[in-house]
């Protein structure tokens, strides 16, 4: 069986258990856990550092090894079966919760801005898509729940019409079939990956236009252009991906975090990326915004929330590793 990356620029003469991208000596594949080799510097310069790499499964199913996760460095990415999420690997730092009281059309519950800490996630590349919905479906998962596509299809369209009862219902799923665990990102790691290290209104600056995100664009967000609308939600990797190699992070649908609903933070909210599970756990914190929503709400720092067992969303996976990444 063939595994094609977008990233890959030329087909792949094999399938690979272990795939690498960027690097112009790479002409075999290496073994499970294997990094691929940085070169030497001469003295006195400083060492290239290594490219991202890819781990894709050799068969239907191969769960990263101990020696693999060991090895793991900002940037590479893995799949875990042949059907499962492609995960990045982001890296492990802190940053500034929430928006400042002069952002533009900002609302309250975005304060006050508190520092949150990350160990070692890694979260999917793309919303989930209709492809891997249908194949937890045909697998006999997710509830024989088969989402809503509103007309606007399926395949590599974000699954949508997800619940999140429906949602933990695939992460379940996912977890037994790989034999680790998946989960859905907490709303403070929501926030970080949308971030990827910058702190602006949106992780590509203070204004947005319709190149940068699918959203309502025909009203303008501060000083940036006025757009054209968007006419319904569009592919997973339809626009760039930001710093942390994660596509749409702002707009298109809605994704669900693990968080219970509260209306502002307070002394209780984690500072360790773990979701807050205090307060109405009948409803959950949405993240990311939506295609027809204004650009106000597609912001980094912007909170909603939705009825468990209502209005269905969407969503992305995230994986703990075992082994810090750097």
């Known amino acids: 069986m063939e ?8 087909p792949m003469a094999a399938v690979l258990a272990v795939s690498f991208t960027g690097s112009a000596s790479a002409t075999k594949p290496w073994p499970p856990g294997m990094q691929t080799p940085v ?22 199913v191969q769960p990263l090894t101990p020696e693999i996760e060991q090895s793991l460095i900002p940037k590479d990415s893995f799949k875990e079966c042949d059907v499962c999420p492609e995960m990045v690997v982001v890296p492990k730092g802190s940053f500034m919760m929430g928006t400042p009281a002069d952002e533009p059309d900002r609302f309250k519950g975005e304060d006050p801005i508190h520092r949150v800490s990350f160990a070692k996630p890694s979260v999917g590349r793309f919303t989930i898509s209709f492809d891997e919905w249908d194949a937890c479906l045909a697998d006999g998962g997710c509830g024989r729940d088969k989402g809503d596509d509103k007309g606007f299809g399926r395949g590599r369209m974000p699954a949508q019409g997800i619940n999140f009862v429906a949602a933990k219902s695939y992460l379940a799923w996912l977890s ?20 990827a290290g910058t702190s602006t209104t949106f992780w590509f600056g203070n204004t947005i236009s319709a190149q940068d ?20 939600p569009v592919v997973v990797d339809s626009y760039p991906p930001n710093p942390f190699g994660l596509y749409q992070v702002h707009g298109n649908v809605f994704e669900w975090t693990e968080d219970c609903f509260n209306k502002r933070y307070n002394e209780d909210t984690p500072v360790d990326g773990s979701p807050w599970l205090e307060g109405n756990c009948e409803r959950r914190m949405l993240r990311g915004g939506t295609w027809d929503w204004m650009a106000n709400m597609v912001r980094a720092g912007y909170r909603e929330n939705g009825i468990v067992d209502g209005g269905g969303y969407s969503f992305r996976v995230v994986r703990s590793l075992n082994v ?3």
């Not at 070169?39 to 239907?60: D, I, L, M, S």
């Not at 680790?180 to 949308?194: G, K, M, Q």
């Not at 664009?217 to 319904?232: E, L, N, T, V």
């Open 324 to 326: 810090p990444v750097q």
């Open 213 to 232: 995100a699918n959203y309502k664009a025909s009203i303008p967000y501060g000083a940036g252009p006025r757009g054209a609308d968007s006419k319904g």
């Open 39 to 60: 070169p030497v510097a001469e003295e006195g310069q400083t060492p290239r550092p290594r490219a991202p790499r890819q781990f894709f499964p050799e068969k239907r």
């Open 3 to 10: 595994f094609v990356s977008k990233l890959l620029l030329a």
């Open 176 to 195: 037994k079939k790989v034999g680790r665990t998946y989960r859905l990102p907490s709303e403070s790691e929501r926030e970080y990956f949308t971030r």
